[in-house]
RNA sequence: GGGCCCGUAGCCUAGCACGGAUUAAGGCGUCGGCCUUCGGAGCCGAAGGUCAAGGGUUCAAAUCCCUUCGGGCCCGCCA
């Protein structure tokens, strides 16, 4: 879709991040093939169908131009271009499909513009995702499986297995039967009653679907790992246990049990939900942008006298920490409405406080400037370091517990509690003037244990564990 | 119509897989203290809850089962 609305446009030169330029091509593009779209349907409608039906079609219009006239507004000149460029075809829609067809035949001149295309598109990502420290081992190219013949491949053996049927020349892979005649219905987890819909897996025209190349995609996958984790939104639920049903009657058992779909729920904005095709989102560079922003009014409050290029430096990790710290901090099931005072807290319970914990506690070393030579452990003899001594003990099986589970929010929680406990420590015992010293050796020590256990735990969910800020 | 996820103080969340040491735990916000000690992005304290509602199982339920309500998602020749 976004392809053809680029080319439309002659191939233009990306102005600012790749792609958001390609994002807004796409939205304008999608909204005008749909409006189309519906209108010649709702033609179609009028000669033969009942009022209902027209009247559906008629409230999705009016949608549709509602955000028309949004996007209209935002982005003037590129939509009056596209809507002269589309507006010459008699059906775009069907010149989407053309160059979808045309690129999973393997097509040069597709292929060069879909690959452009999505290039543009990862490039940005990877900007965004490298500001927050995130980056991948490796990519894949979905159409890859296409034009090498993985997908035909996987779809020859399930045409030998008696679960595919055709209707309407299309290809449809009957997954309730597999759950019926191998007996999975236990298995998956499934109620007695509930009848899995079936999936089609190629169009009438001949090209596949995302699920299908999936499968094909899966197994190569396989081939290189014994367990696999999708993290993919819940709205996939189905598709994701499609795939897994394909899976065993392809004859992959151990493949299909060790595939675990980590889903997460979308997160709302307040009054609507985000959707790319309608413009309606917070792009995740004005997250961090905002979070940034106000981490440096944070460290110009609380530190005014620092230079201004240690102040941004602060508010960097500051704010990118904090971001980070809200992504995984609720537990991914939950639904988010979004709201910046959610993402942006600097004070208790988030990135900032346990970094500050840390930096403190580094601080308290380097103030001392020794090593702790003859700590006497019997000498801490405080409730609160014997249950700070318990805390860092714990952390392995917290650890454990976070990658079995899939809960990274465990390892945040345990940094803030840790934090909790060393700053309470902090305020009611001296450290460095502790008498005599080996108790104040063993304070140290301990000190420095919290130092490392957090900056652990800050590496693994990503957050910059300071040494100052 | 069918299926899945979520529902815990004004707000945001943990606990639920393995029912019991939980008098239901934190944070934000509110109110009151700490400002002579190693970094105040801190520390101490207070108020605030029929764990959505109703049944059931159990010696024991936020946790397990059933029903209902509220919010979200899915049931596409989209991805």
């Known amino acids: 879709m976004v392809a053809y609305g680029y080319e439309k446009l002659g191939k233009p030169k990306p102005e600012g991040k790749p792609d958001q330029f390609i994002g807004k091509i796409y939205t304008v593009t999608s909204c005008l093939v749909e409006i189309n779209r519906l209108k010649r349907e709702l033609e179609r409608a009028r000669t033969v169908s009942a009022d209902e039906e027209i009247a559906k079609i008629n409230r999705d219009l009016d949608e549709w131009m509602s955000v028309a006239a949004e996007l209209k507004q935002k982005f003037p000149a590129l ?10 075809e008699e059906n775009p829609e069907d010149s989407v499909n053309k160059l979808n067809r045309a690129y999973e035949e393997g097509d040069e001149a597709a292929k060069k513009l879909i690959r452009e295309v ?79 819909p079936p999936l089609t897996l190629v169009r009438a025209d001949g090209t596949t679907l995302y699920t299908t190349r999936d499968i094909a995609y899966t197994l190569w996958k396989f081939e290189k790992a014994e367990k696999l984790i999708n ?29 675990v779909h980590f889903a997460y729920n979308l997160v709302s904005l307040p009054g609507y939900k985000m959707s790319s095709r309608r413009g309606h989102f917070i792009a995740f560079d004005e997250v961090m942008d905002e979070a940034v922003k ?18 941004q430096h602060i508010a960097d990790f500051v704010g990118i920490g904090a971001v980070r710290y809200a992504l995984i901090e609720v ?21 900032p406080y346990i970094q500050y914990t840390h930096a403190r506690a580094c601080s308290i070393m380097r103030k001392a ?65 502790a008498e005599p010293k080996e108790l104040s050796d063993a304070r140290l020590a301990l000190t420095d244990s919290v130092h490392i256990v957090l900056r652990n735990a800050l590496d693994l969910i990503g957050i910059v564990a300071p040494e100052k800020m």
């Open 331 to 351: 537990d991914t099931s939950k639904p988010v409405v979004f709201t910046w005072d959610r993402v942006l807290n600097f004070e208790k319970n988030s990135a």
């Open 118 to 196: 999505s290039e543009l598109c990862l490039d940005g990502f990877r900007e965004t995702l490298g500001r927050i420290g995130v980056s991948y081992d490796s990519w894949d190219w979905e159409s890859d499986f296409v034009w090498s013949n993985q997908v035909a491949s996987v779809l020859n053996k399930l045409k030998k297995s008696p679960y595919l049927f055709v209707e309407g020349g299309v290809l449809e892979f009957d997954a309730e039967k597999v759950i019926r005649e191998l007996g999975l219905r236990q298995r998956l987890g499934l109620r007695e009653n509930y009848e899995v």
């Open 369 to 433: 400037n020794r090593k702790p030579e003859k700590p006497a452990f019997g000498l801490l003899k405080e409730k609160l370091e014997h249950e700070i001594v318990l805390a860092l003990a714990s952390f392995p099986d917290t650890f454990i517990e976070a990658a079995e589970y899939l809960k990274p929010n465990l390892i945040a929680e345990y940094a803030n509690a840790l934090s909790d406990k060393f700053n309470t420590f902090y305020n009611a015992f001296p450290v460095i003037k």
């Open 79 to 88: 939509f009056e271009e596209l809507l002269e460029r589309i507006g010459e």
């Open 294 to 311: 106000r981490a440096f009014e944070e460290v110009s409050k609380r530190s005014p006298q620092l230079p201004e290029k240690e102040k």
């Open 231 to 259: 993290v993919i939104g819940m709205e996939q639920n189905l598709a994701q246990l499609q795939l897994k049903i394909a899976l065993h009657a392809l004859g992959c058992d151990r493949q299909a049990d060790n595939l």
